[in-house]
């Protein structure tokens, strides 16, 4: 965030098409700290979905909730920005990776009746062997 926010800020008060080139360096850096930023948010989002599988308790699962909801927040904006970047340099590009999200946006939970995982007692784990365990 640190390269990421003078770069938007810089590109927010251009003007000249020029500088909105292929050809621009400085353009092309705030193209792909973006793309990082959304690739970064969307894997640490759905990180965050399996983590509330494992935390199970109350305090825990709470605290993912709220930070998978800020995070979601912040991939949504990014995303944003790119497709309007995308949209306004439209050269019939298609994005490889489009098909992710296409039909429907598989980190979006707004549309579930509950938005926290259940909360499982921790005495209910057994404890095992796991293939992290075993090297």
Do not use: C
């Not at 894997?43 to 305090?59: C, G, I, K, M, Q």
């Amino acid at each position: 965030m640190v390269e990421l926010i003078p770069l938007i800020s810089k590109f927010e008060s251009e003007k000249e098409e020029k500088d909105f080139a292929p050809t621009n360096n400085e353009f092309n850096r705030l193209l792909q700290e973006l793309n990082l930023e959304k690739f970064g948010l969307h894997n640490f989002v759905e990180h965050l979905d399996l983590a509330l599988f494992r935390f199970t308790d109350e305090e825990r699962s709470t605290m993912l909730n709220q930070l998978r909801e800020v995070s979601y927040s912040d991939y949504q904006q990014v995303k944003a920005m790119l497709l309007e970047i995308n949209q306004r340099f439209d050269n019939n590009y298609v994005d490889p990776h489009a098909h992710h999200d296409h039909d429907h946006d598989h980190l979006d939970r707004s549309g579930t009746s509950s938005v926290a995982a259940p909360v499982v007692p921790a005495a209910k784990y057994k404890k095992g062997f796991t293939v992290g365990s075993l090297i």
